[in-house]
């Protein structure tokens, strides 16, 4: 049933078979190739997929252990991982003790005949592989800015695109479920900007008040820098508060995600001592607090954007704050 559908389709058609049953939902494009399919009801249950949509993938016991112990500290309710591959024998053991729900094409296939969903699967094998959420992911490396002036150093291209969810399944998440969310409040007039963090918990202690200003150069004490064209630099300030241990925030912590693309931290040539100071990592103890500002460069006229955390930051409460930035405009 799923043979003729493009891998790319194949999340986008679990996400909307199910829509069809009340749930409001996202997709999230890895790195890898993989998806997460997020959703949520309106009476606050919370669900997520796993999804390996190759045909030949073999998903084992240790990613459906991986996946439950993330839905674990998520409080995800109803856990799925569905591929168009296969589960071998020990992942079907961790998922019964995990409570993860496999679909397999069989198994998706008898879901979809007693739901009388197959108009979804026609809808979704018609969409060519045009339509992946990895299809906007700009090419490494990013074309030399043409007609600028000598002198001015230009970002170098080994950074462009770097999606926040890196690991198959253990490091992701979908908005709902974060427990630390910021936005609204300071900053300037512009694009709508909000704040989560794939690292925070219950009992997270740490903050970081923060502020976002987007601009067509940058400029140091001793350089002016322009982002790729067609782009924008997008500057994010943190002022960080260790909590009841120290904490350590460095610039790959972030991701911008920007239109279903999420974006690495920008980084930059010829940088005087006293701008790669305020990039710097930032160490807090209890109470202490620091500053570190975060460069992203994100295609223009962009509409809104998240900046997220990484599983493997500190774990930050996100506070929005009218701020003062560390470099001129």
Excluded at 104 to 111: C, F
Excluded at 318 to 326: K, N, P, S, T, Y
Aim: net charge negative; aromatic share 8%; proline share 5%.
């Amino acid at each position: 049933m799923f043979e003729e559908m493009p891998e790319s389709s194949f999340p986008e058609f679990l996400a909307a078979f199910w829509a069809e049953k009340g749930w409001s939902t996202s997709v999230q494009a890895n790195e890898d190739g993989t998806y997460l399919v997020g959703g949520d009801k309106d009476d606050g249950t919370r669900g997520l997929i796993g999804v390996r949509p190759g045909g030949d993938t073999e998903i084992g016991a240790s990613e459906v252990e991986d996946f439950a112990a993330f839905c674990d500290r998520k409080g995800v309710d109803v856990r799925v991982m569905a591929t168009r591959g296969r589960f071998t024998t020990g992942a079907r053991s961790a998922a019964d003790a995990g409570d993860v729900h496999l679909l397999d094409p069989n198994e998706l296939a008898s879901s979809v005949r007693e739901e009388n969903a197959e108009h979804l699967v026609a809808e979704h094998a018609e969409n060519g592989d045009s339509g992946s959420l990895l299809a906007s992911l700009p090419s490494l490396p990013l074309p030399v800015p043409s007609g600028i002036p000598s002198g001015i150093p230009v970002v170098p291209l080994v950074v462009a695109a770097v999606v926040v969810f890196a690991a198959v399944f253990a490091g992701g998440t979908v908005l709902s479920f974060v427990p630390f969310v910021g936005a609204g409040g300071g900053g300037n007039a512009g694009p709508a900007v909000t704040a989560f963090s794939l690292a925070a918990t219950e009992n997270t202690t740490a903050t970081a008040e923060w502020d976002v200003r987007v601009q067509d150069r940058l400029r140091t004490a001793n350089n002016t820098y322009q982002p790729p064209p067609g782009h924008s630099f997008v500057l994010v300030q943190l002022n960080v508060t260790g909590g009841d241990s120290q904490i350590v925030v460095r610039n790959q912590d972030f991701a911008l995600s920007v239109n279903g693309t999420n974006y690495g931290h920008q980084e930059f040539e010829n940088r005087s001592q006293e701008f790669r100071a305020k990039q710097s990592a930032v160490t807090a103890g209890p109470g202490e607090s620091g500053r570190i500002l975060v460069v992203f460069a994100v295609p223009a006229d962009f509409d809104a954007a998240t900046l997220v955390e990484r599983a493997s930051g500190a774990g930050l409460r996100f506070e929005r704050a009218d701020l003062e930035f560390a470099v001129d405009q």
